[in-house]
Each structure stands twice: as structure tokens, then as C-alpha cells.
């Protein structure tokens, strides 16, 4: 947990049976989130990902106002094993948004994983990227049929 000032800033994941208790509060999130994915998953999908164990869920809070949320998982490569955030949405707060992606990177290097991917055409996140030492290493190329 990450707490910051007065104002009570909390970064912390939600075991998967409180996930219903909270999933309200986080649906507009993911849907903005599931836009700036165009669209990939749908919300059932991640409800269903989060009950299974599939993806965990992170949730951001002020005080007792939700200021955004990660959705995370693990990927195993010859590496190591890393912590891919598939989804991730947080308000216009960028001080929830820079100390959300700091906790879940301690906790991926307390743990022993290789790092942390993610992929947004959210800007932010990108120039979270560039202060944080993350490289660009690929470009996705996509053609619909």
C-alpha cells in the first residue's frame, strides 16, 4: 500500500472475492480503458479473467474516492517472468496514475519478475514511461478483416 500526504493516496490489489464488492465503482474505468485498447476485451471478459485468478486487479483510491485501476497478469519467457498490465485507466489524477505504476513495479522487483510491460495510446503513459527508464521496444502492426 502507498499512501501519500494528507489526502490518503492508496494503491492496493483486491483479493478475487471482494472483486464484486468493488466492480461497480471500477466499470467506467475499464471502460475507458477497454476504448484505449480499442475495444479487444469487453467488460464480462475481465470480470470473468479477475474471478478466475487470470488477471489481478489493483485499484488506486483518495481518500474513499476511486481514482483509477490496473489490471494485471504475468507473462513467462525464457527471461524471467514479467508483470504485463493489459488494461489501466485512472482520473485526470496524475500523481494516482505515476504512484499506481510505481508500486506495482516495486512490487514486480520484491518478487523477482524480470519487469513490467504494458502497451497504451494513452500519452500519459508513455510519458511515464520515458521519466521511469522503460524502452520502446516494439510497434504493433494490425490489419482487420
Known sequence: MVSSGSDRLVVQP???EL??????????FLVDALHN?????????CFERCQEGTFDLWITTRG???????????ILTVKGIWVNVPLASFSKD?????ASLGRLEEVAQLAGFKGVKFISKDRRFGHYSERRGYRERYREYVKEF
Open 14 to 16: 483486491i483479493p478475487p
Open 19 to 28: 472483486h464484486a464488492s468493488v466492480w461497480e465503482e471500477v466499470t467506467p
Open 37 to 45: 485498447s480499442e475495444d479487444e476485451l469487453d467488460v464480462p471478459y
Open 64 to 74: 474513499k474516492k476511486l481514482v483509477g485501476f490496473m489490471m494485471t497478469d504475468r
Open 94 to 98: 496524475l500523481e494516482a496514475m505515476n
